[in-house]
């Protein structure tokens, strides 16, 4: 199993500009979130999902849109970047069910490392 | 506001010690606590989580205490190693939080020859 993977692993942006983040995995998980990090601090919730078609709003949603297709993907789009986005991004994934552990034992990616000039 | 904190930023270790590394917490509602690893340009990776009925729980070279009395965990790896360098999050799983983990800023460990 691949796990997860992000793609593009560096980006940089001019302001105003926009694009998608991707996020995949392999071990058939229905939640998948995504979190940016910036320096010095722990990791942010931008948005989640617990299956297809299913989204919702984390900590830092705005100036982020996402959408779940399918359970393998997981998409984050900026839709007119800004300075502010600069950050690294991870998307994470883990199982769904009653057991608790096993939805906090969540699988990160390798991250986006984005820059908005 | 951040209710997952840290003792401190920075912690180095020579190798072979016993390695700690502290959590307080502020939401008595937590569920379940996690300790992930995040290696340079790497994303975390899950080392060990306890469920808050627990007050201690043990993993491969690594075990997790949980102190409810004074909302403390902590983490303790045995005989550090120098691929133990790494930043360490906790982080907290709140009851009707769904899956959302709230994150601490994290303790760099550095582990020294």
């Known amino acids: 199993n691949a796990g997860v993977t992000q793609t593009p692993k560096f980006q940089v942006l001019k302001t105003g500009q926009s694009m998608t983040l991707q996020c995949a995995q392999d071990?058939?998980?229905?939640?998948m979130s995504w979190y940016r990090q910036d320096p010095g601090m722990g990791l942010r919730l931008i948005h989640y999902s617990v299956g297809a078609g299913i989204t919702d709003q984390g900590e830092v949603p705005n100036g982020y849109n996402v959408s779940r297709s399918t359970t393998e993907d997981f998409p984050l789009r900026l839709l007119s970047a800004a300075p502010s986005q600069t950050s690294v991004y991870f998307c994470?994934?883990?199982?769904?069910?009653?057991?608790?552990?096993?939805?906090?034992?969540?699988?990160f990616g390798p991250g986006t490392r984005l820059t908005v000039t | 506001g951040e209710s997952v904190g840290l003792h401190l930023p920075t912690l180095s270790v020579q190798e072979g010690d016993n390695s700690i590394i502290n959590c307080a917490y502020s939401?008595?509602?937590?569920?379940?606590f996690i300790w992930y690893k995040q290696e340079s340009g790497k994303g975390p990776q899950f080392i060990i989580d306890i469920r808050s009925n627990m007050d201690k729980r043990q993993g491969q070279r690594v075990t997790v205490l949980l102190n409810k009395t004074v909302k403390h965990l902590s983490l303790q790896i045995a005989a550090t190693q120098p691929g133990d360098s790494a930043v360490y999050f906790c982080a907290e799983n709140r009851a009707n939080s769904g899956y959302a983990l709230n994150f601490g800023k994290g303790t760099s460990l550095l582990v020294t020859p």
């Open positions: 939401n008595s509602a937590s569920d379940y």
């Open positions: 994470a994934s883990s199982s769904t069910g009653a057991r608790g552990d096993l939805r906090v034992r969540q699988y």
């Open positions: 071990m058939n998980h229905e939640y």
